[in-house]
């Protein structure tokens, strides 16, 4: 089963051909005609993603420019304050580093914020599932996929810990 958390990258011939083979042996089927297969998946690649990615709501690539100076300079300045308050409730830095790429798009999805994060699929699932558990983002469904929202909590504790 393929969840939200997971993700490949459908810009790749051989990413599509495993998440194909995948899909195949999960539901019981096989791929008779390999050709017909690479030729589809080619034009896919070729042709139709471009028009499909267009439909995708645009994230500034800034985003993770700014995200990781804000980190660098906030990991430069509170480090000792860090050491010396252990019970504080802080974040860590990757899940912070979501949050504030989420804090700047009005919905994102999980492939966004593996592509802008440079982090891969399972670390960014698992952040994500720690924000939601804490109720720091919220989701919904646009553009066929699940969108992750800022949610009020969420604003707060970028505002509290002078992030945003």
């Not at 083979?21 to 019981?28: E, I, N, R, V």
């Not at 409730?89 to 009005?106: D, N, Q, T, V, Y």
């Amino acid at each position: 089963m393929l969840t939200a958390s997971q993700a490949t990258k459908i810009d790749s011939k051989s990413d599509l051909t495993e998440l194909a083979s995948q899909l195949a042996k999960d539901l019981g089927f096989s791929i008779d005609n390999l050709a017909r297969w690479e030729a589809k998946r080619d034009r896919f690649i070729d042709d139709d993603l471009a028009a499909i990615q267009s439909t995708l709501p645009v994230v500034n690539e800034n985003i993770i420019e700014e995200v990781n100076e804000h980190l660098s300079a906030e990991t430069q300045t509170d480090s000792i304050e860090k050491l010396g308050n252990e019970a504080s409730e802080r974040l860590g830095e990757g899940e912070e580093k979501i949050l504030l790429m989420i804090s700047e798009a009005e919905g994102i999805n999980n492939v966004q914020l593996v592509h802008l994060s440079g982090l891969n699929s399972t670390r960014v699932g698992y952040y994500l599932d720690e924000l939601r558990e804490l109720n720091y983002v919220s989701t919904g469904f646009g553009y066929n996929v699940i969108q992750y929202y800022l949610s009020s909590k969420g604003r707060e504790y970028l505002v509290k810990n002078n992030l945003k």
